[in-house]
């Protein structure tokens, strides 16, 4: 039956047609501002992977990525904000908000800040995605960068770094989410009260992320309380010293990928005595984990839900037909856009075999000393007019910075000083190390890479620079360009077009 017209053609009656009715959750109809659609997040049934995993007990995700800031941490940024006003800590109109962050609380505190007016400094260490920056940004935070590799008590880390801004801005407020505990509340009166209302008191296994471990901690206490059988699982990465008996933490891991989760400290909200188990992650497992939850169950989370659901996986085995697990995922796949859901960025990591191209006889040809053009090395103890002068006198785009041992620490590039010098109202009068660039892309002429792996590169990056392992010390011998890897390939003298 049709009804009304629209631009001369019958339009539906929809009254008449077949409906579906959900159910009504338990939100308004109504809300004052976004921040009060933080929580009461979905919990999704697992499928496929669980099935492929060989589990038999049934699999949830609490999908802590669809709150208003795309993260979990928007629950306790809000609680912090609250209890900080009430408090009168905070005063509207005049307070400044300071946190160091992986990203996540500082977008959360950031989405606060720009519904309630307040200024808000967000200090963050490098390796954290550009999209964390724009989002923190674009909600009108301000943002600081330290070095990746700094330890939390060195003078340059993150929360160092968050601590003397808080001492030198007036009316600086620091809220602190390793030890206020409005981070573990803000899981003990919502998120665990969420699954449990959700699973009606009854489920047998939770595994969380541990990062300030506020969701882990906050999320144990409550559901022990009420569900005493429950297995709490605290998933950890290795390189991070959170998990324990401290004997598993032991690794060779220096610096990992996947963001949000770890630390090189024990917060104080962290209650390592209600979590029974931990599980140690890596990378490539975790990375992978978390495309095959986009792919496969639609959930559009970042790499630290996949750390969680790959735990989880091993956790789970000790379940049963009809006990049920549920999994944290804590945020969504906007901050890693140009992370790991690229497949170049997960190729040049190692987390994923190059793409194939059989058509290609160029493809797999091993790149060789003399396919390179050299590199200008300059000492880490040189100024910053010295690393311009020698770029001048370069032909290549980058320089490359060693340590008294001949090893790469980081490269130069006019790039990145011209951003410093337009963007940070910097001076060229300042410290070299405050120009250097280190996230840059690497391949190693000792471990034969193809120039394949090489072109992956290019694709998403401006230049690759080649070193040579001599022992523990990476030595920098040359850079390739885009344009040098066309010269190369369309060189008929160098025979690489021949099968």
Known sequence: MQNGTTN???????????????????????????????????????????????????????????????????????????????????????????????GNTGIGLALAAAVKGYRCIIVLPEKMSDEKVNTLMALGAEIVRTPTEAASHDPDSNLMVARRLTKEIPDAVMLDQYNNVCNPLAHYDGTAEEILWSLDDDVDMVVIGAGTCGTVSGIGHKIKERCPKCIIVGVDPFGSILAEPEEINKSDVQMYEVEGIGYDFLPKVLDRKIIDRWVKTADKESLNMSRRLIREEGLLCGGSSGAVMWAATQAAKSLKAGQKCVVILPDNIRNYMTKFISDQWMEARGFKP??????????????TKNMIQPITCISHKSTTHEALEALKKSAAPVLSIVDDEGGICGVFTADNARKRLANMAASTSEDLSQFIVKKYYTVDVT???????????????????????????????GVLTSEDLLQLITDKSLNLNCS
């Open 8 to 102: 001369g053609t019958e339009y539906f009656d929809l009254k008449d047609m077949p409906h579906i009715i959900k159910a009504l959750d338990r939100n308004q109809k109504l809300q004052p501002d976004i921040l009060h659609l933080i929580g009461n997040t979905p919990l999704v049934k697992l499928n496929k992977i669980p099935k492929q995993e060989g589990l038999e007990c049934d699999m949830y995700a609490k999908c802590e990525y669809l709150n208003p800031g795309g993260s979990v941490k928007d629950r306790i940024a809000y609680r912090m904000v609250l209890d900080a006003e009430e408090k009168c800590i905070l005063k509207p109109g005049k307070s400044v908000i300071i946190e160091p962050t992986s």
């Open 354 to 367: 190059v793409i194939k191209h059989d058509k290609l006889p160029w493809w797999n040809v091993v790149l």
């Open 447 to 477: 471990q034969a890479p193809a120039l394949g792996l090489v072109s992956r590169m290019l694709d998403i990056s401006p230049f690759v620079v080649i070193v040579e392992s001599v022992y523990s010390t990476r030595k920098p011998i």
